[in-house]
């Protein structure tokens, strides 16, 4: 079946540094979303990204959907403390619409 | 316009219990989804439903576990009988349409359930 794997697993980020986490499917996604979820919260839409090569951005982060719509980042440029939180990639393929499948996250610390 | 409301937000069982986990999506929603979610892990999808409808059940198990979502009242994820490693927080999460289809899933803030 299909599995979305993120790393890191773990970021652990200077205040000021940038950072990148990436998403990969087994199999090619109709679109993919990225959460955030906060220690104790829960998970808050980002973005969602459908075609093949598309880059969007929200301030200090940069969304990329692979050409071959298998992979994902996310880059998130002058890390601020609030940045910690996981943050989770959720990809969902066309033989099963409306059910997405999440990635593990990547969890981020920040040190100020 | 209120979010996802989920209750209880902690939910405490003994083993051989049922547990009665209740969601109520954003108003205009018709599209309800259910995760479990371990510590440190991703959340892992259960069951994806509309008013009266179950779309996608593949990520429930086939026993003890069933959720519904009636034309009236909130959507139900129910679990008989429940074991320790039913502990979990469960998520709700509600869309418009079809989440695929551009519209984001709006989360509640889950219920924690302990197995004693």
């Known amino acids: 079946g299909q599995q979305v794997m993120q790393i890191p697993q773990y970021q652990h980020v200077q205040e000021g540094e940038d950072f990148t986490t990436y998403c990969n499917s087994s199999?090619?996604?109709?679109?993919i979303q990225w959460y955030k979820q906060r220690p104790g919260g829960h998970p808050v839409f980002l973005i969602q990204l459908v075609k093949s090569g598309e880059v969007k951005k929200q301030k200090r982060l940069t969304f990329q959907f692979g050409e071959a719509k298998k992979n994902s980042s996310l880059h998130i440029t002058a890390t601020q403390t609030t940045d910690v939180g996981t943050y989770f990639c959720a990809g969902m393929t066309t033989d099963s619409w409306g059910k997405f499948q999440f990635g593990a996250g990547t969890q981020v610390v920040v040190t100020p | 316009n209120a979010g996802v409301m989920q209750n209880p937000r902690h939910l405490v069982r003994r083993r051989g219990q049922e547990a009665r986990l209740r969601c109520s999506p954003m108003k205009g929603h018709s599209h309800v989804y259910w995760y479990r979610q371990l510590p440190e892990e991703g959340l892992k999808f259960m069951v994806y439903l509309q008013k009266e409808n179950i779309i996608d059940e593949s990520g429930m198990p086939k026993e003890r576990f069933s959720a519904e979502f009636p034309k009236e009242g909130p959507s139900i994820l129910r679990i008989q009988q429940v074991v320790r490693g039913d502990s979990a927080a469960y998520f709700c999460?509600?869309?418009?349409?079809?989440?695929?289809?551009?519209?984001?899933?709006?989360f509640g803030d889950g219920t924690r359930l302990s197995i004693l």
């Open positions: 199999t090619t996604l109709s679109n």
């Open positions: 999460a509600s869309s418009p349409v079809t989440a695929g289809l551009g519209q984001p899933q709006h």
